[in-house]
């Protein structure tokens, strides 16, 4: 119950196109959601976050879109760059015994043609 | 403001050797966790300290423990070091709002 599902694993896209990512989770507590932006040698960047009272939020280029009824959540990003090319991963966040900890999803790696 | 601080970034251990890694949260943010990364299992739940105390465990062996210290500092140990505990360990910190902030990692190998 605790697992957050994400795909694909892998994604090419051509620059300036619409990279979608898909993130499914079972656990109806999770309320905060945010997606993460992972370059090669660094940590995990938080990129956009959504509560689950929302169905889109957007941020730049980036959108989320939230799916309450279906447990579902996903990433856009408009006019993609070779910029983007990175690991990208949903998560989710529950308060537990007065402590928090993120559910990651496996991670999409996203190339960028230019 | 500064980021999270990891030190050190990089970490060569011998199976059977114990290592500490630390962590330096942003400035005022209590909350201090950590995770590990690595290509198999993706990333995953360690434990999170706030105000020195530990709040939360995941699923590892004790042979992985942390502590925080008052001025929110963290430290991570793994003892009895295992080749399957080369991984990318992470530290992130976490103010009053959801959001977490990661630091760069440590990558350590255990050779």
């Known amino acids: 119950q605790q697992q957050v599902k994400q795909s694909p694993q892998s994604l090419i896209v051509q620059k300036g196109g619409i990279p979608i990512i898909n993130c499914a989770y079972e656990?109806?507590?999770?309320?905060?959601f945010p997606w993460y932006q992972q370059f090669p040698g660094k940590g995990p960047a938080l990129l956009i976050a959504i509560r689950p009272d929302v169905s889109e939020k957007k941020e730049g280029r980036f959108t989320i879109s939230f799916n309450k009824s279906a447990k579902q959540f996903s990433l856009h990003i408009m006019d993609s760059q070779p910029g983007d090319s990175a690991t990208y991963f949903c998560a989710a966040s529950l308060l537990s015994r007065s402590a928090r900890q993120l559910t990651f999803g496996s991670g999409t790696q996203l190339t960028v043609l230019p | 403001k500064a980021g999270v601080t990891q030190t050190p970034r990089y970490l060569i251990k011998t199976r059977g050797q114990q290592v500490t890694l630390s962590c330096s949260p942003i400035?005022?943010?209590?909350?201090v966790s950590w995770y590990q990364q690595t290509p198999g299992q993706g990333l995953q739940f360690l434990f999170e300290?706030?105000?020195?105390?530990?709040?939360n465990k995941g699923n590892f062996p004790g042979r992985f423990s942390g502590r925080q210290f008052s001025n929110s500092r963290s430290e991570m140990n793994v003892s009895t070091l295992e080749l399957g505990d080369s991984a990318l360990y992470l530290c992130?910190?976490?103010?009053?709002?959801?959001?977490?902030?990661f630091g760069s990692g440590t990558r350590l190998t255990v050779v």
């Open positions: 656990n109806t507590a999770f309320d905060y």
């Open positions: 300290y706030f105000s020195e105390t530990q709040r």
């Open positions: 992130a910190s976490r103010g009053v709002l959801y959001g977490y902030t």
């Open positions: 400035s005022g943010h209590r909350s």
